[in-house]
């Protein structure tokens, strides 16, 4: 197993660990945590830079890497939209996002197509990360709302830009129905 495999299911361990230390909640539990998530959001930024430096990208990578960044994202705003500090609707936004982007992959694959990360997308997975991993800490209410802003409209552009760079996917399996 290479490296950067190695990483993602370090990633993927990382968050019952990450969650459990949340509910858990003992003194200084907030800071452990978002040590945690910044680990586990520091993997995903290696193993992507290792697998292509390396030319070591395999199905496994392909498959894993988004699926454990999307559990690690998810599970955190879970966490924080039951605690009331994030509002369910960022959470919906990017979870609504990541179906239908699946979704668009899933059609993509049917057509023999891969659909890599475009930059809208690493940027809203930087953004998303970033502002999590500051949510664990007491932060005035108003950086909270730029977060909740950053968070979703970072995912919205890049749920559109998907669909804008990859309609022919779509328009492709509509005409063959």
Request: aromatic share 10%; net charge positive; glycine share 6%.
């Amino acid at each position: 197993m290479n490296t950067a495999n190695k990483l993602t299911i370090a990633r993927i361990l990382l968050i019952p660990v990450y969650l459990l230390v949340l509910y858990i909640g003992f003194r200084g539990s907030n800071l452990v945590a978002m040590a945690i998530f910044i680990i586990a959001s520091l993997t995903d930024l290696a193993d992507g830079y290792i697998a292509r430096s390396r030319n070591e990208e395999t199905e496994f990578g392909v498959f894993a890497d988004p699926l454990a960044d999307k559990i690690l994202v998810v599970s955190a705003m879970l966490w924080f939209v039951e605690k009331g500090t994030l509002p369910g609707w960022v959470a919906l936004i990017v979870i609504i996002r990541e179906f239908m982007v699946t979704a668009l992959r899933l059609i993509a694959v049917g057509s023999g197509r891969v659909i890599a990360a475009g930059i809208t997308g690493k940027v809203k997975t930087v953004v998303t990360m970033i502002c999590l991993s500051a949510m664990h800490i007491n932060m005035p209410r108003w950086i909270l709302y730029y977060c909740f802003a950053a968070i979703s409209a970072t995912t919205i552009v890049s749920g559109i830009e998907y669909y804008v760079k990859n309609f022919d996917v779509l328009k492709l399996q509509l005409s063959n129905r």
